[in-house]
């Protein structure tokens, strides 16, 4: 965490939103034709720019530019359906990023098949990213077809739920594959556990079992995410449990003088645990691995190792 890196990474985000979530309705006025044939030059000045980096070993610009070209891919095929006349509706590409539609699905799909093929020549792990977010797009726009234009909040939750978790088993998959090399996985973990996450706790229910259940759930990422070395997980088991406690306070025990007594001793407590499990870390991880499967112990006994 360079300054040089920041540099690449603000310089890189810019041109992405550009040309993606800040993209605004003049570039209609260019008609198909024009979206395509700017988009492609843009794509051309982007794979340029790539394979010079990759030639000079500077690897994280290098991934910015392929990562901006995979990012181009939804314009390019809006701009080609708006030129060939079989746009189904009034939209614009700048609701791509702001609407569920079913339409969209063309332009996901193109934008999987070109991630698909830039990792497999570059290999940067940070063109995971828009692959992943195109992933979790993609399930809310299936969401809409399958079950029409009317569906649910509720199904969407479902939804956005299912479809993290299979995101996260898929990052899971793809870190035990990759153990030894770059993080390939981050992004998918990333968004995996915000779509489950976010499916999670948008659920509604008046059970307080419910809710205990939820608390449990977000308990359980941080342990996930403590086993497996990953901060996201954590992180939103956190904001979850924080979450449910907030409900305990203004719901549940709203009266109680008792309550903010509990938690600071319930609070206490956990950080007395922290200090034993600090002090006897080494022997309950080797004997807690042991009930593994062996490609999951040797991806956590490398990233031990690197953490060292």
Not at 47 to 59: D, E, G, R, S
Not at 116 to 139: G, H
Not at 169 to 182: E, M, N, P, T, V
Request: aromatic residues 16%; neutral net charge.
């Amino acid at each position: 965490f360079i300054f040089t890196h920041v540099l690449y990474y603000l310089g890189g985000l810019i041109a992405i939103g550009a040309m993606t979530l800040f993209m605004n309705l003049g570039w209609e006025s260019f008609g198909g034709i024009g979206i395509v044939a700017i988009s492609l030059l843009y794509s051309a000045l982007g794979l340029k720019m790539t394979q010079t980096f990759a030639n000079k070993n500077l690897h994280l610009p290098a991934g910015i530019c392929a990562t901006f070209v995979v990012c181009l891919t939804p314009l390019t095929i809006y701009g080609l359906q708006q030129w060939l006349g079989i746009w189904p509706d009034d939209s614009v590409y700048k609701n791509y990023y702001r609407h569920i539609e079913w339409h969209w699905l063309y332009m996901e799909l193109g934008t999987l098949c070109v991630g698909a093929i830039v990792i497999w020549k570059y290999k940067y792990p940070f063109l995971n990213m828009p692959i992943a977010i195109t992933l979790w797009f993609m399930s809310m726009d299936l969401a809409v077809m399958y079950f029409g234009p009317d569906t649910s909040w509720e199904m969407r939750e479902f939804v956005s739920l299912y479809f993290g978790l299979l995101m996260i088993f898929l990052a899971l998959w793809i870190d035990l594959r990759s153990q030894g090399k770059a993080d390939y996985a981050f992004w998918i973990y990333l968004c995996g556990v915000v779509a489950f996450w976010g499916g999670l706790s948008l659920q509604n229910s008046d059970s307080e079992l419910s809710k205990f259940i939820y608390l449990c759930i977000n308990l359980l990422m941080v342990g996930v995410g403590v086993v497996l070395v990953r901060r996201v997980f954590v992180i939103f088991g956190a904001i979850g449990s924080c979450i449910y406690l907030g409900h305990l306070a203004q719901d549940v025990f709203e009266d109680s003088w008792l309550f903010p007594i509990a938690l600071t001793a319930i609070g206490l407590s956990i950080i007395y645990l922290g200090v034993l499990w600090q002090k006897h870390e080494d022997v309950i991880t080797e004997k807690s691995r042991r009930f593994l499967p062996l490609p999951l112990r040797q991806l956590l006994e490398d990233k031990s190792s690197r953490r060292t």
